[in-house]
């Protein structure tokens, strides 16, 4: 099983009027709402391909009771540990009129021990043998090692470990010595303290870090993505596709990794994968996920070279 943890989920709300006018009433005119996180983004890729997966959190008040119910209506199951604070949430309010949006945030929730220490007993009953893919940024009352000392707990169950995160938390999380790492190519220059911009720079840079993780993916935007192990190095190059949203593109990368390599164990099938799903999500101007058919007609069009 799959495990993905988003700790910090959020619903966004994006509401549609013609025009916004101050110290009057206006009418709503469309109105979506969205779970969003990167761990989600990556159970939503694993379930369109057919697999599944379990989602970790933290989840409070009637934004959290939302997110859960939101989720379950995708089809993604989800084990939140529930939070005294409200979960966050977000409203974008787009004017057609005018074609411009304001985005209002809420605060992130600041946990207390008792909360992390359940968090800590779920993730304590995962099975042994379980890949869990571990996202995103460490919300307010954790410890900046939070991610590490969870990757070292998981490992001794014999469990793998993705790591996507930034800053301190992934070069912490890095030394803990995941079984993968997916930063993009300015997350891997802000670890490494490099400028790498082309696939052989970008190599030779992440090269050191497989002393002590098995797998490296550096997504790389439209040009798709470096791929590295104990066995080379490899470049997969996507297709060119009109690119109208990039949004979770890395997201669906890492879902389209993972889901493939626990299914066939294969390395350059994930890989070409991961980067197919990346691509197909751009495709679509609303943001929403890949699509199966999409991902289908992409992957075949993905070219792998060794260097």
């Given amino acids: 099983m799959i495990y993905t943890v988003t700790l910090d989920p959020m619903l966004d709300r994006v509401v549609f009027v013609e025009e916004l006018v101050y110290d009057d009433v206006n009418c709503i005119t469309e109105d979506h709402k969205r779970p969003a996180g990167k761990g989600i983004d990556v159970s939503r890729v694993i379930r369109e391909l057919g697999g599944e997966s379990v989602l970790l959190g933290f989840a409070g008040g009637y934004v959290g009771s939302e997110l859960t119910d939101l989720l379950a209506a995708e089809g993604i199951d989800t084990d939140f540990t529930r939070i005294r604070d409200e979960s966050r949430s977000s409203i974008t309010i787009f004017q057609r009129k005018n074609k411009t949006q304001t985005l209002l945030c809420t605060r992130q929730p600041v946990l207390d021990r008792s909360e992390i220490d359940a968090f800590c007993a779920k993730t304590d009953a995962i099975p042994h043998g379980s890949s869990v893919v571990i996202s995103g940024n460490i919300p307010p009352g954790m410890e900046g090692g939070f991610f590490a000392d969870l ?29 993968m790492i997916k930063p993009n190519v300015f997350e891997l220059n802000r670890l490494a303290g490099s400028q790498a911009s082309q696939p052989e720079d970008i190599g030779k840079f992440a090269q050191p870090y497989l002393e002590n993780i098995e797998f490296i993916i550096v997504s790389l935007g439209a040009r798709g993505a470096i791929g590295l192990s104990k066995e080379g190095s490899y470049y997969a190059k996507p297709p060119r596709v009109n690119v109208r949203n990039s949004s979770g593109a890395g997201d669906s990368l890492l879902g389209g990794f993972i889901s493939t390599m626990a299914r066939t164990g294969s390395f350059i099938e994930s890989l070409k994968m991961g980067v197919a799903c990346g691509t197909a999500t751009t495709l679509d101007v609303s943001g929403t996920i890949c699509r199966k058919k999409d991902i289908d007609t992409i992957e075949k069009e993905v070219i792998i070279e060794k260097f």
């Fill in 151 to 179: 990757i070292t707990s998981l490992k001794k169950r014999d469990i793998k470990v993705c790591l996507d995160s930034d800053h301190e938390a992934f070069k912490l999380g890095v030394a803990a010595g995941p079984y």
